[in-house]
């Protein structure tokens, strides 16, 4: 293997590093961030993470009482000067002015459990 492939081999392994690692930091922000919009019943599923800088998802999935499981995912897309929204891969529609609001408190709510509980270096002792 000559030096060429070497460093294009490393440069694969570091793109691939670092794509695990920012798949975890999803992962992880988004078990913190499931109960914003309420406590998760048993048995539900509920995601809510920030995808890439303008992209948002809620994903929620949950068995009613004959048995049947829902599954929705939302995904918001912030513009410069709207919101939009799509459910389960719909067209996008522009928030309402009460979804813009509570989709700003979520947002701000996710801000804040994310900075305290995983970004937030522990104080020296």
């Not at 670092?18 to 992880?28: N, P, Y």
């Not at 994903?59 to 499981?69: A, F």
């Amino acid at each position: 293997m000559n030096i060429f492939t070497q460093f294009f081999r490393n440069k694969d392994q570091n793109t691939v590093d670092r794509e695990r690692v920012l798949h975890d930091l999803m992962k992880r922000e988004s078990e913190l961030s499931k109960d914003i919009f309420g406590k998760v019943k048993p048995g539900s599923t509920r995601e809510f993470f920030c995808l890439d800088m303008n992209t948002w998802v809620w994903y929620e999935s949950w068995v009613d009482e004959q048995g049947q499981k829902h599954d929705v995912m939302t995904r918001y897309v912030v513009r410069e000067t709207e919101v939009v929204k799509s459910q389960n891969g719909g067209a996008y529609h522009r928030l309402t002015v009460s979804e813009a609001k509570n989709f700003r408190n979520a947002v701000n709510a996710y801000h804040a459990k994310i900075k305290n509980n995983l970004y937030t270096r522990p104080k020296p002792a």
